[in-house]
């Protein structure tokens, strides 16, 4: 029997830093109408509407404008709500999809149409059934539409980095690479720094709290995002990971909050900025 995500903090906080014109969200999920989109019978949770308009009334608050909306776990590899929601919002989202093994050439051009720029996979590590890793696939999609990987590692990252340096897409690392901030000198650190500086991989600084079992602000992930931003900040991307799913056990955070600990991170405003705002514009093609 799934169970019911807690839903988000229903009154995010406006952040203290300023944010650039153009800021990005880089990893974020909807869910609903659930009387109109059903959830994966195989998927363990299941999620109240998180509908974009509630979204973009949180995007409002933080003085965000633009969304890379990454097809929600919950609907297993049926991106149909994905899809839907593109081609109500095309100037202001794009989006990344859990894709069937059996994904056309012609199906990957039509979903680059609608704003689709990238296929997700999961480490195997991780518990579901959400794809993992197929060379093949990867390959398909960028001879297609030169489409971008986004892999969530599982402490694995070191072990995989060969097979991802081996596609010849564009990467971008879920959630700090998967990195365990809870353990001193975590096993794939030297891996992701190695990985960034190949110039083909990028990282989102984001869901510190898929990191560490700690709750906000999430201290143990401070050096971990230092670090990153003092290594490739050109290479990093933001993400609120809203309406963030399988909290059920921890404080959920305020969204505000989240935004504001990237000025800790980044505490520069012109790296901020290009945090937020110029990177995703040069990966996403905003």
């Known amino acids: 029997m799934p169970f019911l995500t807690q839903p988000p903090d229903p009154r995010p906080r406006k952040p203290a830093s300023s944010v650039p014109a153009g800021a990005c969200d880089c990893h974020f999920h909807l869910f609903g109408p659930t009387q ?17 308009e509630t979204y973009f009334e949180l995007q409002q608050v933080l003085e965000l404008s633009r969304g890379v909306l990454i097809n929600g776990g ?30 056309s050439t012609d ?5 680059d ?9 999961i480490s195997e590590r991780r518990h579901g059934k959400l794809p993992r890793l197929s060379p093949d696939l990867a390959r398909r999609a960028f001879d297609a539409a030169q489409w971008q990987v986004h892999f969530y590692p599982a402490g694995d990252l070191e072990a995989m980095a060969p097979q991802l340096l ?8 879920d959630h700090f690479g998967g990195i365990d901030a809870d ?12 990985l960034l500086d190949t110039g083909r ?9 898929r990191c560490t079992r700690e709750d906000y602000p999430y201290a143990k992930v401070t050096p971990l995002a230092r670090r990153l931003v003092e290594h490739a900040p050109q290479r990093l991307i933001w993400g609120s990971d809203w309406p963030h799913v399988n909290m059920n056990d921890r404080a959920m955070p305020n969204d505000g909050d989240l935004l504001e600990l990237l000025a800790g991170w980044a505490p520069h405003p012109a790296v901020r900025a290009s945090i937020l705002a110029g990177n995703p514009a040069t990966l996403f093609g905003f």
């Open 36 to 52: 109109r989109y059903a959830f994966d019978p195989a998927s363990p949770y299941i999620s109240a509407d998180a509908l974009p």
């Open 74 to 103: 919950a609907y297993g590899r049926d991106y149909t709500h994905l899809v839907d929601t593109l081609r109500s919002f095309p100037d202001r989202l794009r989006g990344i999809v859990l894709p069937p093994e059996e994904m």
């Open 107 to 111: 199906e990957i051009r039509r979903l």
């Open 166 to 173: 081996a596609l010849p897409n564009t990467i971008v690392l």
């Open 183 to 194: 353990i001193a000198n975590p096993p794939g650190l030297k891996a992701l720094l190695s």
């Open 113 to 121: 149409t609608l704003g689709v720029c990238g296929m997700r996979f």
């Open 201 to 209: 991989v990028w990282v989102k600084l984001s869901g510190p709290m």
